[in-house]
């Protein structure tokens, strides 16, 4: 079985300041990471994902990742937060040996980012 | 826009009746998957459809159903509801062939039991 844990419900970080969003993730075999955003009233949103290779990931808006095998983790980082990152940040994982066809994500339960001006 | 269309956006309902969710997928996409968003169990997965037939089964309710049609569009069930139902459903839909895509996320279905 495979799960992710996001040990904060909220982050709170000064406009400028970085930012980091935890996460950590528990699979059989190897992971495929995935980081989402939730904006209010809106669909989750594919930030970035790391399936092999380099350990750190770039992705959309400024945000990365950085994936550590040893720790099981996959934080989600951003050298400079800007108040419209304010949104529900949501870590999900793929375990390489699920069944065939079978690709659903498994999803942390989210982290609440307000970025404070 | 992710190209996932969800309809309705709200529904508001009483205990004990039945509603249908309807989903389409990205142009292409031949797999689809829902999953309910609540606050205390956050997002949870309930099935996937792949081009017609169910791939996986994850927290699904008996009173839940869901079906893939010919045309990919999909569709969930549910009934008898209860006031415990009332969630944030989307469903989601992924390249065809590989596993290593990500999902892409439909806005939602917001459903209120009353």
């Known amino acids: 079985a495979q799960s992710v844990a996001q040990p904060e419900d909220q982050v709170n970080v000064a406009e400028g300041n970085p930012l980091t969003v935890k996460c950590t993730y528990s699979?059989?075999?190897?992971?495929?990471l995935f980081w989402y955003v939730q904006y209010p009233n809106r669909g989750l949103q594919f930030l970035l994902k790391?399936?092999?290779?380099?350990?750190l990931v770039k992705g959309s808006y400024g945000f990365e990742a950085e994936f550590n095998k040893s720790q099981t983790s996959f934080h989600l980082k951003k050298p400079s937060a800007l108040v419209s990152d304010s949104a529900l940040y949501f870590c999900?994982?793929?375990?390489?040996?699920?069944?065939?066809?079978?690709?659903?994500?498994?999803f942390g339960k989210g982290t609440k980012l307000s970025v404070i001006p | 826009d992710s190209g996932v269309t969800q309809t309705p956006k709200h529904l508001i309902t009483a205990t004990g009746q039945r509603v249908t969710l309807r989903c389409s997928p990205r142009?292409?996409?031949?797999?689809v998957y829902w999953y309910q968003q609540s606050l205390d169990q956050g997002l949870q997965f309930l099935i996937q459809?792949?081009?017609?037939?169910?791939?996986a089964k994850g927290n699904i309710l008996e009173r839940f159903s869901a079906q893939q049609f010919p045309d990919l569009h999909s569709e969930l069930n549910l009934s008898s509801l209860e006031l415990g139902d009332s969630a944030l459903y989307f469903c989601?839909?992924?390249?065809?062939?590989?596993?290593?895509?990500?999902?892409?996320f439909g806005e939602g279905s917001r459903l209120t039991v009353l």
């Open positions: 989601a839909s992924s390249v065809v062939g590989t596993s290593i895509g990500e999902l892409f």
């Open positions: 699979v059989s075999g190897n992971p495929y």
């Open positions: 790391y399936i092999t290779g380099d350990n």
């Open positions: 999900a994982v793929r375990d390489m040996e699920s069944g065939a066809g079978s690709y659903q994500l498994t």
């Open positions: 142009s292409g996409d031949l797999s």
């Open positions: 459809y792949y081009n017609g037939e169910e791939r």
